[in-house]
């Protein structure tokens, strides 16, 4: 639980399981931001009421309680993997996670690393090598204009052909 204590020019926020609190300005244009910090947290306290339908047990976020339910109750929910036994929401999810128990075929040309999914691959290229690859022709280049434009280019030509 977060108790927040308003004064006239500050904020004090105090948390009860650790003792702590700190101080923080706040002016009218602070006030939103403010609410909004109040809102999330009321948010958060909420979903620490979440609780799994089957077994009891309380999760404090929904990525907890997804994460719990395709992994202990994977037959309580729609898709079910055939390979490992882990439940899915929606067939689109399945078919995402089915690849993951692919080979690793998505080949990064400078480092030789593997992916299993292309679009790793793409992330890999443009954050350890800072390259972009054109989802049209999987043609890389140095991040910046010249891959731009050949976006551009290329989605036209899609668009024509």
Same mark, same amino acid.
Request: aromatic share 8%; net charge positive.
């Given at each position: ?9 500050s904020f004090y926020l105090l948390v009860p399981? *650790? ?42 976020? *929904? ?8 992994? $202990? ?14 439940? $899915? ?8 996670? $089915? ?45 910046? *204009? ?16």
């Amino acid at each position: 639980m977060l108790y927040i204590l308003l004064a006239a020019t500050s904020f004090y926020l105090l948390v009860p399981e *650790t003792g702590q609190s700190q101080q923080r300005q706040t002016f009218p244009d602070n006030w939103n931001r403010l609410q909004r910090t109040i809102g999330l947290h009321q948010e958060h306290n909420a979903l620490a009421q979440l609780s799994c339908s089957e077994c009891g047990l309380q999760f404090s976020s *929904t990525r907890l309680y997804s994460r719990h339910k395709s992994e $202990m109750h994977p037959y309580s929910l729609a898709y079910v993997c055939s390979v490992c036994g882990k439940g $899915m929401q929606s067939k689109s999810s399945l078919r995402l996670h $089915m690849a993951s128990h692919g080979s690793r075929n998505h080949v990064c040309h400078i480092c030789d690393y593997r992916f299993k999914l292309k679009h790793h691959l793409r992330d890999h290229l443009m954050s350890k090598h800072g390259l972009f690859q054109c989802r049209g022709c999987n043609h890389t280049f140095p991040k910046g *204009t010249e891959a731009d434009q050949h976006v551009l280019i290329c989605e036209k030509l899609k668009t024509k052909g």
